[in-house]
């Protein structure tokens, strides 16, 4: 969703197109699971591929958002829906391979979201806010459009906003360092795919409400 | 929604104002149909006729956004809760002449949606993107808001979203090549207006995604 | 959420704070009794508290907004989700404290929301909708994320919103009778608190759509 100074490195600009493809197509294949038509499928690629970012510009001010000022944000979603209306069972059967990306796109997000948040002036706390975001923001906005209690507050759900803000904690903490370079950016966001993929594989869950009076 | 230098005729902005009272008026209904109190008749006119407007010049960085600018945007969700509170009986007995405006209402929004992202030094891409938004974006958070499924993304809704997609195209090609004046506008609008009726008299539906797995 | 030259006196301060804290307890609580993880109560928590002024603020194009500009914003949705995590059933005990809050937070929302709108140049009827939102767009925002109904929809809520909007429009014309002091200000939110306890002690409720046909 984002291109900085920092990410001059083609390999995370790489993933960072594939984050919103991959994202895009979660959202794409929500609305095919749930029936829509063409409209749907395409409404919900954009917005979960491209809404964490948009609400984020919208909220530092910094507008038209960057994923309307290149038509390549646009074809990303646009080939997401393409995909899904094609062949939706062959989105379903690289279900890992997706929830990989997924996992990659999920730091990177976070981390140039924080990033973006700090090169404008704004403090540490606004930083992890919408690093976190722009990571998450674009699933809740699907979940919302397809009439689904929002994934990330299921408690059966694995985690997946915890990864992304201390994904966005550290990316913060490192600017205020100076350390954030490419090399340490693509550290934290190996740490935030690899914590990801763990919890899926381990079914890791975030602590619930305690029930009982006190 | 939109007053721009193009739609000096006041024929066309006519259609703009009727074209609001018309989506304020379908969301004030949803509400009476949802037995909501005039809060939510209220929020929900206001949110149809105006909200897709909002999220536009939100997006292109142009606030306070024009529905908050002229009294004019807020008396037309206004009349259409009053009308709604006291007879929401006639309103449904009149829904075709409202299906009507509505389809007036959808090209209109379209292509002041378009022109004035254009107008602001920005891509067709952004253009198509937000004056399909301007049309069709009132609904769904009408449609959120009273927790239905977005009407244009169901399966067995009839052309909305696309006509609106086209009518934005369009103008926005037109624009290019230096040839949106009044009287092109009002030709793509009563195109807009013809595919809508037609596509609600024959139940044209959009594409869903291919089941079978590949 | 604000805190404007008006609001110099340090209570009105306290109040705000109170505010923010007790919107976001009521998201927080929500997400507990929805059985929702810690992500959900903390984006509750926060969607709730901080919400409505984000909304607010965003439309006013005073980026980023003023819950993004100070950690204290952020403390006091953690607070509450800290609150909650631990001890959901006390929060419930304490159920008529938090009402109280609620209520002196409505008057305040609604007086200040109204008056940074006025500050920036806008017009009645702007800050009328935008002080009416700064006071009810959290819970708006909190219902819709937890795939709620929006309670101040529902017929058989107690008076809310027509508070607020009433709170918001006599701030609006002491502000244009160049009246609105500290004392005035403390005045009609004492008013919009009184109504808010004898709306929910009477079961006061607002009118909904006449069903007859006419």
Redesign the interface.
Known sequence: MVATGLLSASALQWIDQLGVLVFALSGASL??R????????G??A?ATGLGGG?VRD????D???LA????AF?ILPAAATLI???????V??VERIVLMFDAAGLGLFAVTGATRTLE?G?????AI??GTMSAVGGG?IRD???????V????D?EL???PAALTAAAATLCWHLRALDAIVAGAIICVAFTLRLLAIRHAW??????????
């Open positions: 609305a095919a749930k029936r829509f038509d063409i409209v749907g499928v409404v919900l954009g948009m919208v909220l530092l001010g507008t038209p958002p309307l000022r290149s038509v646009m899904v209306m094609a062949a939706h069972g062959w379903l059967r404008r704004n403090g540490w706390w606004a806010l919408l809740v919302v459009l397809a009439r689904d209690v929002p990330i507050f299921r408690a759900s997946y906003a915890i869950t975030a602590p619930t409400p305690r029930d009982r009076m006190v």
